[in-house]
T-cell receptor
Framework: GDSVTQMEGPVTLSEEAFLTINCTYT??????LFWYVQYPGEGLQLLLK?????DKGSNKGFEATYRKETTSFHLEKGSVQVSDSAVYFC??????????FGQGTRLTINP | GAGVSQSPSNKVTEKGKDVELRCDPI?????LYWYRQRLGQGLEFLIY????????KSGLPSDRFSAERTGESVSTLTIQRTQQEDSAVYLC??????????????FGPGTRLTVL
């Protein structure tokens, strides 16, 4: 069945560091791919998405490129801030209506 | 309101009691989803509504769980004879299909259920 595997956390970085959170997927067909973020005490929010191969989703300085050849959708940011501390979830939607989520990666940014 | 709303935000109940959780989707969104998030884990899909019908109930963990949707709007998730393993945050999401493909799902703040 469809599945998403995320980089295990927790991840701790210093402010202004470069961030990569790895995400790979297994799916039949051609899924849409998403990153969701859950800030402390808040609900889940869509961060960015990509609907076809080679698409790049971007938002708030975060980027992720849909790589069909490596079945990956890694999340990157060039310079993280303390306010980026949150749990990040990679997810896919492969024609079936439900989203399939990775287990989440907790990110902490220290000043 | 502009977003998905859920009530109650917190619910504490005793084992064996029934609970009802409510979700109000974004106006005009035809699709509605329920997920469960256990502590420290990812989200598990429970059920999906398109309009008032539920073409995919595959994630409901047992027959103690049921959900309905009326008026292509509000949905309720009912858990009968609650067990301690039902303790989790229950999240509702809605989405609107576009001609360009499925958009992302927009999530409510969740209901934190604690079964004592």
């Amino acid at each position: 069945g469809d599945s998403v595997t995320q980089m295990e956390g927790p991840v701790t970085l210093s402010e202004e560091a470069f961030l990569t959170i790895n995400c790979t997927y297994t799916a039949t067909g051609y899924p849409s791919l998403f990153w969701y973020v859950q800030y402390p005490g808040e609900g889940l929010q869509l961060l960015l998405k990509a609907t076809k191969a080679d698409d790049k989703g971007s938002n708030k300085g975060f980027e992720a490129t849909y790589r069909k050849e490596t079945t990956s959708f890694h999340l990157e940011k060039g310079s993280v801030q303390v306010s980026d501390s949150a749990v990040y979830f990679c997810a896919l939607n492969a024609g079936a209506q439900k989203l399939v989520f990775g287990q989440g990666t907790r990110l902490t940014i220290n000043p | 309101g502009a977003g998905v709303s859920q009530s109650p935000s917190n619910k504490v109940t005793e084992k064996g009691k029934d609970v009802e959780l409510r979700c109000d989707p974004i106006s005009g969104h035809t699709a509605l989803y329920w997920y469960r998030q256990r502590l420290g884990q990812g989200l598990e899909f429970l059920i999906y509504f398109q309009g008032n019908s539920a073409p995919d109930k595959s994630g409901l963990p047992s027959d103690r769980f049921s959900a309905e949707r009326t008026g292509e709007s509000v949905s309720t998730l009912t858990i009968q004879r609650t067990q301690q393993e039902d303790s989790a945050v229950y999240l509702c999401a809605s989405s609107q299909k576009t001609s360009g493909g499925p958009t992302g799902q927009f999530f409510g703040p969740g209901t934190r259920l604690t079964v004592l």
